[in-house]
Structures are given as C-alpha cells and as structure tokens.
C-alpha cells in the first residue's frame, strides 16, 4: 500500500520558475525522504527530513515537514531543464528497519 | 566510493520460467533492500536484508524470494514468472544500523516477461 500521496501527479513549468510538490502520508514516520527519477531509470536520493525538523536547504532545494498535518512540500527554486524527472517522497515508519514506503510521485516537466 | 551496482541491466523471460537478479552495494553498508516498479503500483518494498538475514518483507507471495551473502551482496529471485512480474527492479544499500539512514538506489533490472 502507498503511505505517500504526492500533489500534484504532474506539473508542467517553464525554466526559471518554482516548483512546488506536496506530499501526505498516513501514519508516523521516522523520516521522509525526497527521491528523483529520470525516465525509469535508478532513484537520486535528494534530501532526508527527520520527524523532529521542519525544513531543510539543499542548493535549489527546500523541503518542508509538517508532522501534525502529516505533510511534506519540496520546492525547486529556479528550475532547469535537467530537472524533468519524476520525484518521489518516501517515508521510514520502522525504527531499526530500513524500509521506505514509496508514494506515486509527480512527473515535474520543465521547459526551456 | 563506487555506488550501487544491479546486474544484469534488462532481461527477457517467459512465463514460467525462473530469475536470480544480482546487486552489490555501496562498500560498507550492510542493509539491502530490494523494490519493485511498475506503472501501475508504483514502487513496492519487497524485502530487506542485514547481515544476511531477512529483516523485513513486503506483501508479495512466496514467488518471490532473497538471500544476502557475507560480502552484503545480495540476490533475488523468482520463480514460475508471471506477465504482471514486468517491472524495474531496484536495489537499495544503506549502513542498516539505525534503520534512519539514506538508502542509495542502483540502477535498476528491467525485467520483461513474455
């Protein structure tokens, strides 16, 4: 079963913009973490949130985590063409466990 | 450090038959986990291992099965492949200590059965 839900399922934008993904899931996590995909290929693992932080910086990228309304967002700021790709959200709910529970993902196309 | 590597890359095999996929991970790490992808289910958790003993298991049948050597490296295989076990295989590694560790991906095995 999917624990993660991402928002939308697709997002077509232009070079230069932001983009925005959401993310909910259904039971309390040890982490979240934000994956990318290019054309079916391996997962680039993006950035890590753990469940006592509430946002976190990685160059273009912020990620956001609200525990109470069991939610993350991931903003691309300024976006390029080599970021079109698939980007997945997937949460760690077993302590010991490395396990991650993989939503459906968006499909982020960005135009040059 | 080199990353993770899954052999092999794209395999074809009919129904019936039998598959062993092969992954090696990230020098150090001892956790492997393996998942399954398909347009229609997504990415789906099929089991991991530490130190050679199965930690964790999805919801998939007996079909489908792994081991993990002494070195980490790790295999899975299924048997009496069906159609829907078209997928993308992806193999993860992590140091497994805490369980809260980034998982690494391979590449992926992309299996086709026909």
């Known amino acids: 079963s999917q624990q993660g839900e991402e928002d939308p399922q697709a997002l077509s934008i232009q070079e230069g913009e932001n983009a925005t993904m959401n993310c909910s899931y259904k039971?309390?996590?040890?982490?979240l973490q934000w994956y990318r995909q290019n054309s079916g290929r391996g997962l680039v693992h993006l950035i890590l949130?753990?469940?006592?932080?509430r946002e976190k910086h990685s160059g273009r990228l912020r990620v956001t985590l609200d525990t109470s309304k069991k939610s993350s967002s991931l903003l691309i700021t300024a976006s390029r063409a080599a970021d079109t790709a698939s980007y997945f959200c997937?949460?760690?709910?077993?302590?010991?466990?490395?396990?991650?529970?993989f939503g459906k993902g968006t499909m982020l196309l960005v135009s040059p | 450090k080199a990353g993770v590597t899954q052999t092999p890359r794209y395999l074809i095999k009919t129904r019936g038959q039998q598959v062993t996929l092969s992954c090696s991970p990230i020098?150090?790490?001892?956790?492997v986990s393996w998942y399954q992808q398909t347009p229609g289910q997504g990415l789906q958790f099929l089991f991991e291992?530490?130190?050679?003993?199965?930690?964790n298991k999805g919801n998939f049948p007996g079909r489908f099965s792994g081991r993990q050597f002494s070195n980490s490296r790790s295999e899975m295989n299924v048997s009496t492949l069906e159609l829907g076990d078209s997928a993308l295989y992806l193999c993860?590694?992590?140091?497994?200590?805490?369980?809260?560790?980034?998982?690494?991906f391979g590449p992926g095995t992309r299996l086709l059965v026909l």
């Open positions: 993860a590694s992590s140091p497994g200590v805490t369980g809260k560790e980034t998982q690494y």
């Open positions: 039971t309390s996590i040890n982490n």
């Open positions: 949130i753990r469940s006592n932080e």
């Open positions: 997937a949460t760690e709910v077993n302590s010991g466990y490395s396990t991650l529970t």
């Open positions: 020098s150090g790490h001892r956790s």
């Open positions: 291992y530490f130190s050679e003993t199965q930690r």
